[in-house]
């Protein structure tokens, strides 16, 4: 299921793309925003999904320098539905809501209105029911400004999507033959109509209705396969494997290994990996671009209050300099410090993905696949909480525990993790004392002192240098972000659930 949404609104997006592209991209010789948006919009179109992530991210940054709205729009929408296929429900809410906040300060009602339409899903399949009914209102009154067709078949879809979410399965199977009834009496595409035939499929299987479940499966498989959807045909094969489950073994075997198969090479998991990599350095320079930005207003704002002080009184002038710097320094902490717990879910999803090095460094004598079992060693190794929170744990020990050399060990470190071997300990430790800060439950009642002694570290004055050179700031404003965070995810959630 979670691979459907990913196609249905790409054909709106190619529209707006063909409205909004500026005819003159093709004549320039740079690559403009626009340009490297219709490559991946190129990629998308073959179902390379993670190529076009990556050239969307591309396309994401390079909008912003030129402040193309437009161009940003579309690729930050396609990032967000691919997300979704890829079921990062959280990621997909927070680009929707990215582009939504441009659409609607950019007065784009087209756009608008589509990034309604996909918060509207993202909150379905996230189960927020209430949520999802709220932003339907909005996509309501929020019309296409030149298909009318689309939108509102766009609001019956999403009305069998809510009740779903909902619980209500036939009430949600009526509106979505509706849907397909409506597609097909207004000469849409197909593949709408498949759409359709696709969800009631996977509706048939919550149910338990497996003959229902394969009647659709079988219909959605061959429009699919007509259509030469592989998307499509991955969702169909899924819910014939799932529906042949509890009733024929051979069946389901085959189609799972069919789903498998096919599905493999829509999504790829280790072009996925590089994708979400290059997304999770583009934030980090955004935010360190924001953190200069923040900086730089600092200082000039430091230089116009030391002369202002050499007119006026000086301690006063001193004190209101003091309360715009902490009052300016604590935002750029907060959004390093939200930046960080952004990729550090990224680090713990990719946890056992050893970073991709396609050979083995020459200076060493190892053969390819000695130098990847070793990197794989390595990784495994840094990963044991236990073994690195030894204080007297060096490149000598780790090299014993992986069965090799220090040489060896160190240029596999150098080439593979591009930092030195004290660099990547300090990291790891580092990452496991901000996991403690952050948990309460377990170490709320430890100190400090407790927390740096127990992954490693034999004084204060090494872990504070350490952790401020990965975290860029103290253990202390740390763990006072990490309380502020917490009330805030509180307060979201009652508000949530007053809401529902």
């Known amino acids: 299921m979670k691979h459907l949404q990913l196609h249905i609104h790409y054909c709106i997006y190619l529209l707006l793309l063909a409205f909004y592209t500026p005819a003159k991209a093709e004549e320039e010789p740079e690559r403009t925003a626009a340009a490297i948006c219709q490559e991946a919009s190129e990629y998308y179109a073959q179902e390379q999904y993670a190529l076009a992530m990556l050239r969307y991210t591309e396309g994401m940054e390079a909008a912003e320098k030129e402040k193309d709205t437009n161009t940003y729009l579309i690729c930050t929408g396609c990032i967000a539905n691919i997300y979704e296929a890829i079921g990062d429900y959280e990621a997909d809410i927070i680009y929707l809501f990215k582009g939504y906040e441009v659409a609607r300060n950019a007065h784009n009602k087209a756009m608008t209105s589509i990034y309604l339409s996909n918060i509207v899903t993202a909150y379905c399949r996230m189960g927020y029911a209430g949520l999802a009914k709220k932003y339907y209102q909005l996509q309501q009154e929020q019309p296409y400004p030149n298909d009318t067709t689309e ?23 009526d509106i979505h033959l509706q849907a397909r009834l409506f597609a097909e009496e207004h000469g849409m595409d197909s593949i709408y109509a498949l759409y359709q035939t696709c969800e009631i499929g996977n509706i048939m299987l919550k149910k338990g209705d497996y003959q229902g479940a394969l009647k659709y499966g079988y219909e959605g498989l061959s429009i699919a396969q007509r259509l030469k959807s592989k998307e499509l045909q991955v969702n169909a094969l899924d819910i014939l494997a799932n529906a042949y489950h509890s009733t024929d073994g051979d069946s389901a ?22 994708a979400r990599n290059s997304i999770a350095q583009y934030e980090t320079r955004k935010s360190n671009q924001h953190i200069n930005l923040l900086n730089t207003i600092i200082d000039k704002q430091t230089l116009a209050i030391t002369v202002i002080s050499l007119l006026f009184l000086l301690s006063v002038t001193l004190l209101i300099l003091l309360l715009l710097k902490n009052k300016n320094l604590r935002n750029a902490q907060k959004v390093l410090f939200l930046k960080h717990k952004e990729l550090e879910r990224t680090y713990i999803n990719d946890r056992n993905q050893t970073p991709e090095i396609t050979t083995s460094d020459t200076s060493i004598p ?112 740390y763990q006072k972000l990490e309380e502020d965070s917490l009330a805030d995810r509180h307060e979201q959630e009652e508000d949530i659930a007053t809401r529902c």
């Open 366 to 477: 190892l053969s390819d696949e000695q130098y990847e079992e070793l990197k794989r060693h390595i990784t495994s190794t840094m990963n044991d909480t236990e073994i690195i929170s030894d204080p007297d744990f060096s490149l000598d020990r780790l090299a014993h525990i992986v069965d090799s050399n220090r040489t060896y060990v160190s240029v596999t470190i150098n080439n593979t993790y591009h930092k030195n071997f004290k660099s990547l300990l300090n990291e790891y430790r580092i990452r496991e004392a901000c996991k403690r800060l952050s948990d309460k439950e377990h170490y709320g009642h430890i100190t400090i002192q407790a927390i740096y002694e127990g992954v490693g570290y034999k004084n204060a004055a090494s872990f504070i240098r350490a952790f401020k050179k990965e975290m860029g700031m103290t253990p202390s404003v």
């Open 253 to 274: 075997r085959k189609y799972h290994n069919l789903y498998l198969s096919m599905s493999d090479s829509v999504f790829n998991a280790r072009n996925f990996y590089k």
């Open 151 to 173: 939108w509102r078949y766009f609001l019956i879809y999403n009305k069998a999507r809510i009740l779903q979410a909902e619980g209500k399965m036939e009430e949600s199977i």
